[in-house]
């Protein structure tokens, strides 16, 4: 097997840029930054809408609540998943989701099968007033009719590759890397 | 992108904690710690065995097992059916074998067995396809029930390493007993039981625990307690003068907790005799966490559920 070929699209400095504007679009959309609920899906994408909610605290001046969502058990795909995935915590305010603004943050979309899986476990905790969705990166190559409202960056991918999303948190860095695979 | 994955998993059946690893008994244990959390949920369901269909064949009495079963089965998404002795072909003299192979004729996917005869369970597991969760197999092994009663001792204890255990009372007839040695050990606690003579199995020595013959040197010793139902429908056989007797000897009353030289924490199974084997105001008193085993017992069967249910080994997970 040819080693696969990773190339970095974004270094830190365009992510923080990216999730600035996706902090202002948010803010845009949602209309009244104190209703929002940033709740992001385990696991990058909870440390994406941390990230999110400190820039809008620091550009709007207020507190944005958060929540996580672990979508393993919504999945579709049982049948075809071998050793099991660790399953993560699901967390919501203890106000609940009830007639609030919540944007759903991922790293990245790609099939949007997550991101349905994500709006099932919400439906389960209650019904927003509203539910945007934002991620850092679109990748394309959707197989629902589901789209982003807030994009970070769009991304061609060749086929057979994958983009990697990286944050201090889990990965100690910061950035986006294109992994294709090899010739 | 590719999500971290439990290594190693279990296999295709849950028969005892005594061939579980370490690190399989503890990713059960982490993974109903996240469970527990289900059952908090205005909807106390996910969809993930939407479509599974499990068994519960329970050919012995049980409420408190069956119904936790049921509720876990329920809050993953399965459907479910109950089956017991009474009134099934069991009766008409049907084997246990060919009970399980009708069952999966109808497509199933797992069946939880309760049964009088110890090795019942890996028996039928030997023999079928479905995946097999013993849920008690006569004296051998009832492993959901160590597999709670360890989460309960790690939710207020932390790492049960180097904790002083003491299982008491009928350990002789007692299948938790066996499943919580198993596993307290193999999680690297130190295990003593705690009981008359008469009421221990002749390979005690051989199980690598303690024994203490006075409770007041058990609970000198102890950091956590176990305390067995004594199981009255046996004591007909002569194991015990009386039960006025045993309490008196080896009860866990208020006043012997309270001369602890430390904080006890006081498990039961149940169900109780309640001031046979422990009294009342142990029972409800502060040092005991019996209702929070029930509550643990539903997260524990629904990460087991979990754990064993699934197809083939390939890597999954998309954006």
């Not at chain 2, 002749?202 to 956590?224: T, Y």
Request: with cysteine.
């Amino acid at each position: 097997m040819p080693e696969p070929q990773r190339r970095p699209i974004m270094d830190a400095q365009a992510v923080e840029g990216a999730l600035g504007r996706m902090a202002d679009d948010v803010v845009r959309l949602a209309g009244d930054a104190r209703d929002l609920v940033l709740v992001g899906i385990h696991r990058r994408g909870v440390q994406l809408a941390g990230r999110l909610s400190d820039i809008i605290e620091d550009r709007h001046g207020a507190g944005v609540a958060t929540g996580s969502l672990d979508i393993t058990l919504y999945r579709d795909d049982l049948m075809v998943v071998g050793p099991r995935p660790v399953v993560g915590q699901t967390r919501l305010p203890a106000g609940g989701i009830d007639d609030r603004m919540i944007c759903v943050v991922d790293d990245v979309l790609y099939t949007g099968r997550t991101v349905r899986a994500a709006l099932d476990e919400l439906a389960d905790f209650g019904r927003p007033k509203r539910t945007l969705l934002a991620v850092l990166i679109d990748r394309g190559g959707r197989e629902l009719p589901i789209q982003a409202d807030v994009v970070g960056e769009r991304v061609e991918v060749p086929e057979g590759g994958r983009v990697e999303v990286m944050v201090p948190e889990i990965d100690g860095t910061l950035g986006v890397d294109l992994v294709e695979a090899g010739a | 992108m590719a999500q971290e994955l439990v290594n190693p998993v279990l296999g295709k059946d849950l028969i005892g904690l005594e061939e579980l690893t370490r690190e399989q008994i503890t990713a059960i244990l982490d993974t109903a710690e996240t469970f527990k959390e289900i059952s908090e949920r205005p909807v106390r369901k996910v969809p993930y065995l939407r479509g599974r269909t499990v068994v519960n064949a329970f050919f012995e009495n049980s409420t408190r097992t069956r119904v936790s079963f049921e509720f876990a089965e329920k809050r993953m998404g399965a459907d479910t059916v109950s089956i017991s002795t009474t009134g099934s072909s069991v009766q008409k003299g049907e084997t246990l074998v060919d009970t399980a192979r009708n069952l999966e004729a109808m497509r199933i996917d797992m069946v939880v067995i309760r049964h009088a005869s110890s090795g019942a369970a890996r028996f039928l597991a030997e023999r079928i396809e479905s995946s097999v969760i013993n849920a008690g197999d006569g004296k051998h092994e009832h492993p959901t029930q160590g597999l709670l009663d360890l989460l309960t001792i790690r939710d207020h204890r932390g790492p049960l390493e180097g904790l002083k255990v003491c299982i008491c009372g009928d350990v002789l007839h007692s299948r938790v007993a066996r499943s919580n040695i198993h596993g307290l050990k193999r999680l690297g606690a130190e295990v003593a039981v705690c009981g008359p003579m008469t009421l221990m199995p002749p390979d005690v020595g051989d199980l690598g625990v303690r024994w203490f013959n006075r409770i007041e040197a058990a609970i000198e010793w102890a950091d956590v307690l176990n305390v067995l139902r004594l199981q009255l429908e046996r004591m007909k056989a002569g194991f015990i003068p009386s039960l006025r007797e045993y309490n008196r000897v080896f009860g866990v009353t208020r006043a012997r907790v309270e001369a602890a030289p430390r904080d006890l924490l006081i498990l039961h199974p149940g169900p109780m005799n309640r001031g046979v084997e422990i009294d009342s105001d142990v029972a409800d008193g502060p040092h005991s966490v019996i209702l929070q085993q029930v509550t643990n017992g539903v997260a524990v069967r629904m990460a087991v559920l979990y754990l064993l249910s699934g197809g083939p080994a390939t890597e999954g997970g998309d954006a």
